[in-house]
């Protein structure tokens, strides 16, 4: 049998170790790059909705109890350190004497310090204040849908809390000064004496004050839609009137 000399053996045997390296890196680069290992980041979350029970505890200190002349009555909303009280027009208009009561119980005569009928929007300053004013925390998105809770006097009976939605936006409704416009519409039980009162968010944010309640017939009970100014519009009520908020 014919032996091959030694180095050729040895020179083939380097040809195939470089053959089969030059294969698999081939092979590798051949391959598509290992995809990328995605980290999880930080994102932020949404702020936890509170609960009715929790937007009542924290909204109730800053709504007031508003009687004008002998029976009209309605609600008010503290929304600044001053003790200034928004609230419907329509619940003061007329009215010889204006009486607030706060929610400790103190009571105060209070005066007109600016009035918007346009837009049924009303700000009062109290002779006397509370020892302790709590503001309402003012502004909020308001989408078709969210959450909200009305809190007011209505029939007289202090601080009733409702919830429902946010029904519609840019609302019309007639009203005795004519038309009020660019309302929120929602379906939180409101009746008498829940006008002045706040339209509040499901964060605890004033988004408006409620102003009106429809009703095709001429009861004035609720059926399912009310209206409040957004809280935007009635912080402008009497322009330079109104004290800075």
């Known amino acids: 049998m014919r032996s091959f000399p030694r180095r050729a053996v040895l020179a083939g045997a380097i040809a195939a170790a470089l053959a089969i390296t030059i294969a698999v890196i081939a092979f590798r680069w051949g391959q598509p790059a290992p995809a990328p290992v995605t980290r999880p980041s930080p994102s932020p979350t949404a702020a936890e909705a509170l609960t009715v029970n929790d937007i009542y505890e924290t909204l109730s200190p800053s709504v007031v109890f508003i009687r004008a002349g002998q029976s009209a009555t309605g609600t008010g909303l503290i929304v600044n350190a001053d003790g200034a009280v928004l609230t419907a027009y329509h619940v003061i208009k007329g009215a010889s004497e204006i009486e607030l009561t706060f929610a400790d119980g103190t009571k105060s005569a209070a005066e007109i310090a600016a009035a918007d009928p346009s837009i049924d929007i009303a700000v009062l300053t109290p002779v006397t204040l509370p020892q302790l004013v709590v503001p309402a925390v003012l502004g909020g998105r308001v989408s078709i849908g969210d959450d909200v809770v009305a809190i007011g006097n209505q029939l007289s009976l202090h601080n009733s809390t409702t919830a429902g939605v946010v ?21 939180a039980a409101v009746n008498p004496g829940s006008s002045g009162g706040p339209l509040v968010n499901a964060r605890g944010q004033t988004i408006g004050i409620v102003v009106a309640l429809a009703n095709p017939t001429d009861a004035d009970t609720f059926i399912g839609i009310g209206f409040a100014v957004p809280i935007g519009a009635a912080l402008g009520a009497g322009d330079d009137q109104q004290p800075q908020l």
């Open 167 to 187: 029904s519609g936006l840019d609302r019309t409704v007639g009203s005795d000064g004519g038309q009020l416009t660019g309302l929120i519409q929602f379906d």
